[in-house]
């Protein structure tokens, strides 16, 4: 019975007329892109905030949602592109030669430093961003690599930290919001060296303790602690990393250029980079 059942249905199914999955299709213009040379290949950011068009002559041109932002020369050889997850990396590729090149490329971001505390001066032509985690072994490994900097560039070098507490540890949010309630004293360098000196055994009491080491109005320090001025700024902060796609900790960004090597190497070239484009 079952299967005349199936049968009947396959039958009735046979002489259906057909029936399109949209009777219509509308189209409309988003965005028209004028380039001064024959596009070759065109490829788009996983976000889409950013569409990148490869023109004949070695140029590849980058708009944002509304108008173009920047232009980058590469080898005239390429005429395909496209781009990886992230959209900070592009790979081209020549048919003619058989080559495939990977081009990292690095947005300058625009952070809110406002309120944020720091270490250096507050006018200075640098600012190194760190997006840290107060339960994060590498993020406490980065006070002498901080000082080192700071030694090196006592005068144009400004540090500035936000809170980017990663939900895998348990008293990261905590810990930010603790911190935060010690900036309101003046104190929030002194209370992030105590933390990441012990962030290996943290907890509520000792978030209090090292209050009480630093000689804190402990009432108000409790009370800023939970207020909601602390976890709106914690809050901000974290919002901040995620637009600018921070995905782990720490994350440097120094003058809104994401840091790739942590190294002091690598991070005072950038530095250097900066000054010598400023100095211009």
């Not at 395909?80 to 997850?85: D, E, G, P, Q, Y």
């Not at 720091?118 to 901080?146: I, M, N, R, W, Y």
């Not at 001025?229 to 995905?247: I, N, P, Q, S």
Request: with cysteine.
């Amino acid at each position: 019975m079952a299967k005349f059942f199936f049968i009947i249905l396959a039958l009735a199914a046979m002489t259906l007329p057909g029936v399109p999955a949209q009777a219509k299709v509308y189209t409309t213009v988003a965005q028209t892109y004028k380039t001064n040379a024959a596009p070759l290949d065109i490829t788009t950011s996983e976000d889409g905030r950013h569409t990148f068009v490869l023109t004949k002559g070695g140029k590849v041109l980058i708009y944002g949602r509304k108008e173009l932002e920047e232009q980058i020369t590469v080898d005239p050889v390429f005429n395909r592109i496209t781009a990886a997850v992230g959209g900070d990396r592009l790979f081209l590729s020549s048919s003619k030669t058989r080559q495939i090149r990977e081009v990292l490329v690095d947005f300058v971001h625009k952070i809110d430093i406002s309120g944020s505390p720091f270490l250096g001066p507050e006018k200075a032509k640098v600012t190194l961003v760190v997006f840290s985690d107060f339960q994060c072994p590498h993020c406490a490994k980065l006070g002498p690599l901080f000082e080192q900097i700071l030694n090196k560039d006592p005068d144009t070098v400004k540090i500035v930290y936000k809170n980017f507490p990663l939900n895998i540890h348990r008293y990261a949010a905590a810990a930010a919001l603790a911190a935060t309630a010690a900036d309101m004293q003046g104190k929030f360098w002194q209370y992030h060296d105590l933390i990441f000196e012990n962030y290996q055994s943290l907890s509520i009491k000792k978030l209090i303790s090292f209050a009480r080491r630093l000689d804190l109005n402990i009432p108000q320090f409790k009370k800023d602690m939970n207020s909601n001025a602390a976890k709106l700024k914690v809050g901000r902060d974290y919002e901040e990393g995620r637009r600018l796609k921070v995905t782990g900790t720490p994350t440097i960004f120094i003058d809104g250029r994401l840091v790739r090597e942590r190294s002091f190497d690598n991070i005072q070239k950038m530095i250097d980079e900066e000054l010598r484009e400023k100095n211009k």
